[in-house]
């Protein structure tokens, strides 16, 4: 049944956001998608660390942050839905059906390939790129059938909710890459 849900999500099938809005016993599957997701995502990111470990802890700590974005984002729409448009949502179906919505991120993976194949990295990145843009479109299906609004209402909405989540991810990179970049010149200063 999961994977009846993800491909109708690839596909772009309105009927599964419905489904998965009003099924309470999938937000638990939500955020598991969005958890092994990000995960996944920020493997394919941080493949190219000059070492394992900066791998694995850039993995975990991008994992946390995405969670923590996808979290504030579906909050985001949900408010804005009702607050501006006077949608009747919650915040755990803007989890569901953004959740589901999430698969496109999986796309992300693929970065691997070019950590162990460099000259993929010119096929990856354009992927990657449609699969954000894809993403996108599905969290404006997703947000459509959650939020039960016109396309410009819909449009206003996804846009704001992603521009939050985007911020945040930016802002927890640019804060976490300027502690490793002080921390690698303490260690450096130390040992010099």
């Known amino acids: 049944m999961l994977m009846d849900r993800i491909i109708k999500a690839f596909t772009f099938k309105r009927e599964v956001y419905a489904e998965v809005e009003h099924d309470t016993s999938f937000t638990g599957t939500a955020w598991t998608l969005v958890v092994v997701i990000a995960f996944l995502n920020s493997l394919g990111s941080y493949a190219v660390a000059e070492s394992t470990t900066g791998w694995i802890v850039g993995s975990l700590v991008g994992t946390v942050v995405t969670v923590i974005g996808f979290a504030v984002g ?11 448009f006077q949608a009747e949502v919650s915040f755990d179906e ?16 693929l970065g691997v390939l070019g950590a162990f194949v460099p000259f993929l990295a010119c096929i990856l990145a354009p992927l990657s790129c449609l699969a954000a843009i894809m993403g996108l479109v599905s969290w404006f299906v997703a947000t459509q059938e959650a939020l039960d609004l016109d396309t410009g ?10 521009v939050v989540t985007f911020i945040i991810s930016a802002g927890a990179g640019l804060i976490l890459g300027l502690l490793g970049f002080a921390g690698s010149s303490i260690l450096s200063g130390l040992t010099g």
């Not at 579906?74 to 501006?84: N, P, S």
């Not at 803007?94 to 993976?109: E, I, K, Q």
């Not at 209402?153 to 992603?162: E, K, M, N, R």
């Open 74 to 84: 579906a909050w985001v729409i949900a408010w804005l839905g009702k607050a501006m």
């Open 94 to 109: 803007m989890v569901r059906t953004l959740g589901l919505a999430y698969v496109w991120n999986g796309v992300g993976v």
């Open 153 to 162: 209402s819909t449009a206003i909405t996804v846009i704001v909710g992603w």
